[in-house]
């Protein structure tokens, strides 16, 4: 297999021709250009499960990529419990949905928009509207950004929600309901846990743990439509509870994770059919280890080399490298996340830093990300943050 980890031995300058020479220092030029890029700050928003409208529920700090200091800047109003954000490259605006199962007096979550203030990233809450089902848990964008794409895991359905150029959100113009159960406890009807466009922005997939599937939707932003195709995109194995779908940098890969059976699926991607064929399952947690676990969240490295998905119970992130030549995973570590369930992680756009949200014991963290294999090392920063559900990490656009 072919796995591109990067291990490097360094040759000396002065057993090099002239030619060589100029090469390597070109090359050097180049890595101090890239790293002087790495080096600027970041800013991090993490949502929380606050759970009161009238407290700040979203929090904002500013990242050093050099130390992986976390220092804070405020904390804002963003609705009640928002547990996943998402923000426009234009970084102007940001949503979040409210996972709550009552918004305005009837049953439902909330989506909300956010205006973002270009010189301190502070928020303004801008307007809400309903998700049309209860505890809604994933937001993304369509790639055009002109539509919030919304997964509502107790209501166990989807919705499309046209954005304003002014920011604002508007009502859902499209919904889907789905149906069925699994062999699982925790599969005793849908429950969609994810959803997202492919790459082409000409369908998007919803994740159904309660299901096992891959929803299929012929997705139209502009016009505000999400028609769902005859058959699901994947079956995953019953009982696996699928939960977030990512693909990888090149567009012709995607990588599952299984809440229920703790495992990754790599998938071979067709973007004309929008279908997906499984290539490999692996398992996220060590061989020695025989505790209750359920995975949650899963990014590949900007790069495309490693893979990083957290367990919750082990309490711990499983890192594989990537085989560029298909697409499969090979396990490489696995490192505690200092905290209690970790329910999301994000890497930073360099790839050098990943931060976890360790819901249950109110923390957030810092690693290293060694550039070379992929392996996290801990940096030894952490803050305190109340119930800390998702990390959005974003170049420092205020400087």
């Known amino acids: 297999m072919k796995f591109t980890a990067r291990f490097r031995t360094l040759v000396p300058v002065y057993s090099l021709g002239l030619l060589a020479a100029a090469a390597f220092l070109d090359g050097c030029a180049k890595k101090a250009s890239s790293s002087s890029n790495a080096s600027r700050d970041y800013l991090v928003y993490i949502g929380t499960n606050v759970s009161s409208e009238q407290e700040n529920s979203i929090y904002l700090y500013r990242l050093a990529p050099a130390t992986g200091v976390l220092t804070p800047i405020g904390a804002y109003r963003g609705g009640a419990s928002p547990t996943y954000l998402t923000m426009p490259a234009g970084r102007k605006f940001m949503y979040a949905v409210s996972e709550t199962q009552m918004f305005r007096g009837a049953k439902g979550g909330g989506v909300s928009a956010i205006a973002v203030d270009p010189r301190t990233g502070g928020l303004t809450l801008l307007n809400q509207q309903p998700s049309t089902g209860a505890s809604p848990c994933y937001i993304s964008l369509d790639r055009s950004e002109k539509a919030a794409l919304v997964a509502n895991y107790v209501g166990g359905n989807v919705a499309l929600l046209p954005l304003s150029p002014n920011g604002q959100l508007a009502a859902p113009t499209a919904t889907d309901q789905h149906q069925g159960a699994g062999p699982h406890k925790n599969q005793n009807g849908p429950h969609a846990h994810c959803i997202l466009p492919d790459p082409t922005n000409t369908y ?24 769902r195709l005859a058959e699901p995109a994947f079956k995953a194995t019953l009982g696996a509870g699928p939960r977030h779908l ?3 940098p090149n567009g012709k890969r995607a990588y599952l994770i299984n809440e229920l059976n703790s495992t990754v699926t790599a998938l071979a991607y067709d973007a004309a059919a929008g279908k997906f064929q499984e290539l490999q399952t692996v398992s996220t947690l060590p061989k020695s280890f025989t505790g209750q676990n359920s995975c949650a969240d899963i990014h590949v490295s900007p790069d495309g080399l490693f893979l990083y998905a957290s367990n919750r119970g082990h309490n711990s992130i499983a890192v594989f490298a990537i085989d560029t030549s298909n697409g499969t995973l090979a396990p490489i570590q696995h490192v505690s996340t200092q905290g209690n369930t970790p329910r999301n992680f994000s890497l930073t756009p360099s790839g ?21 294999n992929g392996l996290l090392a801990p940096t030894g920063q952490t803050v305190e943050v109340p119930s800390p559900m998702f990390v959005q990490v974003v170049e420092d656009f205020t400087r």
């Open 204 to 227: 998007a997939f919803a994740v159904d743990l309660g299901t096992d599937q891959v929803v299929s939707y012929r997705l139209n932003a502009a016009q505000g439509q999400l028609a």
């Open 246 to 248: 990512i693909f990888h």
């Open 352 to 372: 050098r830093l990943l931060l976890v949200a360790n819901q249950n014991s109110n923390n957030v963290v810092t690693f290293r990300v060694d550039p070379q």
